[in-house]
Structures are given as structure tokens and as C-alpha cells.
């Protein structure tokens, strides 16, 4: 029996949000008739509203303040047969059982899923070689998906479609003769970092009259990033500029990004622009894990296990990675 309306439940970071998108990609080629809803977090929304493959987003944020009985009523008013739990979260696999969805996937390393979901997929993510856009998918072979997925196969269903307009005065900040190239050296805490310093010697390794460069961040981020303005007068600062859904139509606009693991770099892989990730070795946050995915996606990692600085934030592996090494890749590609 062909299913009716499926949630896909991801209640967690930005770039985990981009990382699930190919799931509906997936699922829209298997059911092309059949709703899809996405349950997250209200930060996430801008994502999801510009993916094609999703036709409603559930805000978490709002369920999770209701009463449990209001909550499970309202999912099930949302007339869902099936929900796929990508990030397990116990309250959520509680109200899916309580609304009376009819199938309910869950992974067996959750011992709560063994309670309240009945369809159980074994997947281990902890040790895995797969990445995580992979093991995502998993999640989906009950319903008909293959076991495998190749990641440029996965890098064509994001479906990334439906972008807001972009206000005229940014609209018109990217240069058609050069390359607009966006640096996003900050992660809210969400991965290790490049280092100010690194980032700085990049700019001043890329000419002005072949690059147009633009830092990305929120206000904050900007507030701390003071002494790269002031040393590089003539980069755009779009830092506190952009909503989420207007940095993902920056992003379209530009022609590369550099980032460490973060939801900007992965926004950029999937909106099929240069996408560069730097990266430590460490598992799992390495980027057979965590890289991005798209069709001019790639990182840059030292090869090691990260021994000195695996337990710390300051990763010496990170910022060991050369400058020079990511100009010359950027000096390599033609502007479009």
C-alpha cells in the first residue's frame, strides 16, 4: 500500500537539516503523490521552505510546548501515515505512537524506538564509514529505497528550488567579472575552526581584480571577526545582513564558499556552488562523516588522527592546513 503522507522528523542543526533534504528527494522519486512534511526546529524553516520535494514544515519548537495530548492531536491532524525519526528524540517517537501514525521507523540502537516505533532499521552511526547523507537514507529501505546511495547520486536530490527574493541592494553586490567568493571563518561552536589568522592570509593570497570576497556570519560573529574588517578594508561585510533564507539566495548568486563543518558550507555544496570544508581528521566529525555534498564539493584535511588536540577546541590539525593550499584550488576554477 502506497503511503499517503509521510514526516520526516530532524530536529537538530542547520546543516544536519541540509544533510536530510535528499530523503524527500528520494521519496518523491519513489511516491511522487505522496505528502511530505518535515518536523524541525523553527531556525531551520528557511531550509526546508526552499526544498521542492517538501510540501509542509512542522515547527517543533511550537509542538514541544503544548501539552503532550494537544501534541500527538496535532500530528495527527497532519493525517500522517508514516513517520521516519532521522534524529531520535524520545518525546517526539512517544507523541508518533500516541497520535497513531501507522508505521513508525526508528533505528534498534535506541531502546525507546523498541517501545514506540514498529519498523526497526538496524544502523549504527557512531562507527560507521558511511557518511551521514548515506546513513540517513537508510532509514528510508522499509519504504522501498535502496540500501546504497552514491553521494553524487545524493547530491542530486536536494532540490534546493524554491529561494526567497533577495533584497536589491544585496542582490546587486556580486561582481559578474570576477569571483564572488563568500568566507565564513566563524561556527557558533558547531565545529572547529580554521583560525582568524589562516583566514586573513587567504585573502590577501587571492588578487582583488580576480576575487569579490564576502564574510558571512551573524551580528555577533561580526563583532569578533573586527580585526579582519580592519586589515581587509575592501571585502563585504554581510555579517547580521542576511535572514537564513537570504544567505541561501547570496549563496546561489556567489561562485565558492570557504567554512570549516558548518550549515553555510553545506548549504553551498547542495546549492551546487565551490563548496571548500576544512576539516580535522578526528572521528566522527571527519569528512567522510561530515563533508559536504554537491557537485563542486571537496575539503582539505591533514592526514593524522588529531592525537595532540582530540580533546580539545583548538585544533592544531585544523589550522595547520595552509592557506596557500585553498588559494591555489580558488585560483584553479573559472569564474562560471
Not at 526508528?106 to 557512531?126: A, D, E, I
Not at 565558492?256 to 558548518?262: E, N
Not at 546549492?271 to 554537491?294: D, E, K, T
Amino acid at each position: 500500500m502506497k503511503p499517503s503522507t509521510i514526516i520526516l522528523s530532524r530536529t537538530d542543526a542547520i546543516g544536519d537539516t541540509v544533510l536530510t533534504l535528499p530523503m524527500a528527494g528520494v521519496l518523491r522519486s519513489l511516491y511522487p503523490d505522496c505528502r511530505i512534511l518535515f518536523l524541525g526546529r523553527s531556525y531551520t524553516e528557511a531550509v526546508v521552505a526552499a526544498c521542492e520535494y517538501i510540501d509542509q514544515f512542522l515547527n517543533w519548537d511550537e509542538w514541544k510546548a503544548l501539552p503532550p495530548a494537544e501534541a500527538a492531536q496535532a500530528m495527527a491532524a497532519t493525517g500522517a501515515d508514516i513517520i521516519v525519526h532521522v534524529f531520535p528524540d524520545k518525546q517526539i517517537a512517544s507523541l508518533a505512537k500516541r497520535a497513531g501514525l501507522a508505521q513508525r521507523i526508528g533505528t534498534t540502537n535506541r531502546v525507546y524506538h523498541w517501545l514506540t516505533c514498529n519498523r526497526l532499521v538496524r544502523l549504527s552511526r557512531k562507527n560507521s564509514d558511511l557518511h551521514e547523507a548515506q546513513l540517513n537514507l537508510k532509514l528510508l529501505v522499509p519504504l522501498g529505497a535502496r540500501e546504497h546511495y552514491s553521494l553524487d547520486e545524493i547530491g542530486g536530490f536536494y532540490g534546493l528550488t524554491r529561494l526567497p527574493p533577495l533584497p536589491a541592494s544585496v542582490a546587486a553586490l556580486p561582481d559578474p567579472e570576477r569571483f564572488n567568493l563568500v568566507l565564513h571563518p566563524k561556527s557558533r561552536g558547531s565545529a572547529r575552526e580554521w583560525g582568524l589568522d589562516n583566514f586573513s592570509q587567504l585573502i590577501d593570497l587571492l588578487p582583488q581584480d580576480r576575487f569579490k570576497i564576502f564574510i558571512s556570519g551573524t551580528a555577533a560573529e561580526g563583532a569578533l571577526m573586527e580585526s579582519l574588517f580592519r586589515d581587509h578594508p575592501f571585502v563585504t561585510d554581510l555579517t547580521g545582513r542576511l535572514s537564513l533564507g537570504e544567505l541561501m539566495a547570496f549563496l546561489a548568486r556567489a561562485d565558492g564558499l570557504v567554512a570549516a563543518s558548518t550549515g553555510p558550507l553545506h548549504l553551498a555544496a547542495a546549492l551546487g556552488i565551490h563548496a571548500l570544508g576544512i576539516y580535522p581528521p578526528i572521528r566522527p566529525m571527519h569528512p567522510g562523516r561530515w563533508g559536504p555534498v554537491g557537485p563542486k564539493a571537496e575539503v582539505f584535511v591533514r592526514p593524522g588522527d588529531c592525537s595532540v588536540c582530540h580533546k580539545t577546541a583548538d585544533c592544531g590539525c585544523m589550522r595547520g592546513i595552509a592557506p596557500h593550499l585553498l588559494s591555489a584550488r580558488l585560483l584553479s576554477f573559472q569564474k562560471h
